[in-house]
């Protein structure tokens, strides 16, 4: 985990187009082209980044239900920071299957380099599947929400579920992930022959037991949500200041800019994650808590 945070040093910003992050499905490609072949300057950085992550058990009556993946890797000569939360509900083995594979399934992905998009949501179908094959019916599920950042500049985020990602740039925060609920997406859920409910004094739930429309696992409700995740990618330039992924214990008490705000004048990442984490459970929050806090300096 780094501590160090050199300061800043303003640089010229070069804009480059996010569309040349992923190319689409109709378009043909040399299948021996690579994105790095064709887009050498938009890779190379001199930023680096800096990360920080904390978790805490919430006060509900289960045992701890969230997991977290925040590492570096050097694969084929790239550097990639890998970032992810998972928000385990009804148990907490699905989170820990993710927390263990996910990546690894993404990263064996033979296109992951030409197509990431498909190649995500490829790894995410796979991974899923194993999951339902493999954890005794997966009566539980998860969120995930997933960063990958390549040689510091190329920010892929996947998500399924109400875990979030949010970038900061210039003291304005831009969410990079949607939340899925079901009122947003009750038209699929009714489509793939499900229902939205909504007892008084709660959430609306899937089929009356899920608040959420995507997940891993729930096998009992899967014909009725998706593991299909939404997808965002971003160049990193000099404006950025922050990548936030956190669960849901902590947006329910602090809208994204009040995350910012609560971090806004600190240089460690470690220090911000868990500033934010105190600033949750002061606000009340009673969900378990994780929270990865990225610095691009």
Known sequence: ??????????????????????????????????????????????????????????????????YLVAENRKINGHHLGLYAIFDGHSGRDVAKYLQSHLFDNILSQSEFWKNPKRALKKAYKITDDEILDNIDGSRGGSTAVTAILIDHKRLIVANVGDSRAVLCRNGVVRALSVDHEPEKEKEM??????????????????????????????????????????????????????LILASDGLWKVMSNQEVYHCIECLQDAQEASEKLISAALELGSKDDISCIVVIFH
């Open 1 to 66: 985990m780094d501590s160090f945070v050199p300061k800043k040093k303003k640089k010229l910003i070069r804009v480059y187009d996010v569309n040349d992050l992923f190319t689409t499905e109709e378009e043909p490609r040399d299948e021996h082209s690579t994105e790095d072949e064709n887009d050498e300057e938009a890779v190379a950085s001199s930023r680096n980044t800096s990360h920080g992550y904390h978790l805490v058990r919430g006060k509900m009556d289960h045992g701890m239900e969230d």
């Open 189 to 242: 859920v009714e489509r793939k022959g499900g229902y939205v409910s909504q007892m008084p004094g709660n959430v609306p739930r899937v089929d009356g037991q899920l608040a959420m429309t995507r997940a891993f696992g729930d096998g009992r409700l899967k014909e009725h949500i998706t593991c299909e995740p939404d997808l965002t990618s971003e160049i990193i330039d000099d404006d950025d200041e922050f």
